[in-house]
């Protein structure tokens, strides 16, 4: 049985950051830690009543960190649907617990895995019968590249999935900055 050239290239590329070893220096160094994120979400099914396109928004977290695992809380805003004809568009506001466990790491970047469990609601530009508490779950991965011995720069995507008001699905890439106390 042959493999393909993408799954040659996946064995290839964990068996080399496997190799990178070593504790998670990319993680802060600091136990305590400060992050802001900007993010772009996807939705992952088409609902014929809005415009399914991309979404933007921020995140914000404090974490804290203990060798190769971390926890943070934090808050998320992000649009998930807008449509023109209505004038309506829908941002979800929650606050998250998101626990990470670092792979692979080296002295300036790490590899590393996520979940998420959130609950928060639907925030409406107009008046809507959103009102329900919105639950939010799912899990990803990133990089983490050290800057400085403060300062760490977070590139990560995630699927979560969202039940409440507007059951969906979506996928987020996002881009933040981490800063240890």
């Known amino acids: 049985m042959r493999s393909s050239p993408s799954r040659r290239l996946a064995v290839l590329t964990v068996l080399a950051l496997a190799g990178l070893g070593g504790a998670a220096e990319s993680q802060?160094?600091?136990?305590?830690?400060?992050?802001?994120?900007?993010?772009?979400?996807?939705?992952?099914?088409?609902?014929?009543n809005f415009e399914s396109k991309t979404g933007l928004g921020y995140e914000v977290q404090a974490r804290y960190t203990f060798s190769r695992f971390s926890i943070g809380a934090g808050y998320q805003r992000s649009t998930v649907f807008s449509s023109p004809t209505l004038d309506l568009n829908l941002a979800l506001s929650l606050g998250f617990i998101e626990p990470r466990y670092v792979v692979a790491a080296g002295s300036t970047v790490a590899v590393y895995l996520a979940g998420r469990l959130g609950a928060g609601k639907l925030v409406c530009s107009e008046e809507c019968q959103a009102?329900?508490?919105n639950l939010s779950y799912g899990g990803g991965g990133g990089l983490l590249f050290k800057v400085s011995r403060r300062i760490s720069l977070d590139l990560g995507g995630q699927y979560f999935q969202v039940s409440g008001d507007l059951s969906s699905g979506y996928g987020m890439i996002r881009a933040g900055l981490g800063i240890g106390l």
Do not use: E, I, V
Request: proline content about 4%.
């Open 131 to 133: 009102r329900k508490t």
């Open 28 to 48: 802060s160094l600091q136990r305590l830690s400060l992050q802001g994120s900007g993010a772009a979400l996807f939705a992952t099914k088409n609902d014929p």
